[in-house]
């Protein structure tokens, strides 16, 4: 038998949880957007062509950022074809995912939607094929109340008031040969520091992400932050980090370990922006923005296929990964991670929101449901906000076949001060073992238990579809602070004061 105990104190405290934690991303990649969010001949359609029943699973998922417009697709971007009357825009195409773009949807009609599903645009700009002034005109555009022409053009277009967008992306995995104006790590740290300072020069009240390493297995990673860094340190706020995991060779007790190395990415990443800040003699901390998570790989043979005879086409189907109970775990374990990291990981957004690689799926004739990944994602929004706790963890352990000494059992703590409420996240990653798990709650006095809500399942594989949803939270009987937790399982306790 697995056992693990958790002591939670309030005076151990990493961080509060910066909501913007709870990030998404809509790319114009596949039907994330086109049947996606956007579909005027849907029955849930409103006025704006949004899907309302999409909108209503945002909602549910309660994010407060989302990335846009890409992703990759952000690197050959001319928003200003984005913008305007409809029937004026001019279609364009999608160099990074081979599809033709119709704009029906861009910059205002984004600006719209986020609004309606509760949440912020965090806006990038193109520095692949474009540079410094697309992105001044495109900030004038979006957030300036000003008698000049970009804003006089957004009014011109329907929209009197800014959307005063706050954060703003600086490209998009620039490191990435793939990436259209791909650069050297001088070359983009120079353009990224020039376009946040001209932005910055316009309005003060932003906050700028440069682009670090499109993955920590990229030959550059390491050197190309510090590069970077080196140049834009004194523009930016965030460096960017992004990461997709794959169960390819089946071997789920590696799956569940691959948080151990998020956590030393992210905390690799820490120390080179702190080396730099050494090295400045700075006073300023740049902060971690993980703006591109989850896993990634069902859908990379059907994909492959697809492109193989590389046609341009409208909204193709791409990246709609069918999401496994176990990739929830994983999803779950990630989010544990990022909380324990809050007090250097302010920003993240799961990849992507809709359909591509997505907690939401839609039917082009039906409905929209919820990927068995929506869960956890659900859980830490709604019952992870407040501030991270430092818990300490004494769990037993197993070998994977890439690390040592796995804990059993992983976990997080959250205080909501102000409700009164403490929430535990913990994951039981043996696959044939429950683990007795025991919540000391010193420091807590008065606290019990409200509720317990879990994901097991016996079939590790078991998904979702719009017919049936397999994975789903189960309401667990419990009281006092011992409790049993199920093999291979995502485990949220909230307890009131
Ligand atoms: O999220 C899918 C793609 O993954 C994004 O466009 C890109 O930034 C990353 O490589």
């Not at 949803?469 to 949220?492: C, D, M, T």
Request: proline fraction near 4%; aromatic fraction near 12%; charge should be negative.
């Amino acid at each position: 038998m697995a056992k693990a105990t958790l002591i939670v104190d309030k005076d151990f405290q990493i961080a509060p949880v910066d909501e913007r934690l709870y990030g998404s991303f809509i790319e114009h990649l596949g039907r994330a957007v086109y049947t996606g969010i956007y579909q005027p001949d849907h029955e849930t359609a409103d006025e704006d062509g949004f899907r309302k029943d999409v909108i209503d699973l945002v909602k549910e998922l309660n994010v407060p950022i989302v990335r846009y417009p890409g992703g990759n697709f952000v690197s050959n971007f001319y928003w200003e074809d984005s913008v305007g009357p409809k029937d004026q825009r001019k279609p364009r195409l999608d160099l990074a995912w081979r599809t033709l773009e119709p704009n029906e949807v861009g910059i205002q009609e984004f600006a719209r939607w986020a609004k309606k599903a509760g949440s912020k645009p965090m806006m990038a700009v193109n520095l692949g094929t474009r540079g410094v002034d697309a992105a001044l005109n495109l900030l004038e555009y979006c957030n300036l109340d000003t008698d000049t022409h970009y804003a006089n053009l957004r009014r011109s277009h329907g929209d009197d008031k800014p959307y005063d967008i706050k954060l703003w992306c600086m490209g998009n995995e620039m490191d990435g040969p793939w990436q259209a104006g791909h650069k050297t790590a001088k070359e983009y740290g120079h353009l990224a520091a020039e376009t946040a300072k001209a932005m910055k020069m316009m309005d003060d009240s932003i906050e700028c992400v440069v682009c670090g390493s499109s993955s920590k297995y990229m030959p550059t990673f390491g050197s190309w932050e510090q590069e970077v860094l080196e140049e834009a340190y004194d523009y930016v706020d965030y460096v960017s980090l992004h990461t997709y995991w794959s169960n390819m060779a089946d071997d789920t007790p590696e799956f569940f370990a691959q948080n151990i190395d998020l956590e030393e990415f992210i905390e690799t990443v820490i120390h080179i922006c702190d080396l730099v800040k050494a090295k400045k003699h700075s006073k300023k901390q740049i902060n971690l923005s993980f703006d591109e998570w989850n896993v990634w790989y069902h859908s990379n043979d059907q994909d492959d296929k697809d492109m193989k005879d590389r046609p341009w086409r409208k909204h193709p189907h791409l990246l709609e990964d069918i999401y496994t109970f176990e990739d929830a775990i994983v999803d779950g374990l990630a989010l544990i991670t990022f909380l324990k990291h809050a007090d250097r990981v302010k920003i993240a957004a799961l990849a992507q929101l809709v359909n591509v690689i997505a907690p939401i799926m839609t039917e082009e004739n039906g409905k929209a449901w919820r990927q068995s990944i929506f869960y956890p994602f659900y859980h830490a929004s709604k019952y992870g906000r407040g501030i991270s706790l430092n818990p300490v963890l004494r769990s037993t352990s197993h070998d994977t076949s890439a690390h040592e000494g796995v804990t059993d059992v992983d976990a997080a703590a959250v205080w909501d001060e102000e409700k009164q409420q403490l929430t535990v996240f913990a994951v039981n990653r043996c696959l044939d073992q429950e683990a007795d798990f025991h919540i000391d709650l010193r420091g807590f006095e008065g606290y019990t238990l409200s509720f317990w809500e879990a994901l097991e399942s016996d079939d590790l594989k078991a998904v979702n579809s719009a017919e049936e949803e397999k994975v789903h939270p189960i309401q667990k009987e419990g009281s006092g602070n011992e409790f049993r937790l199920a093999p291979a399982s995502w485990n949220v306790f909230v307890f009131k004061g």
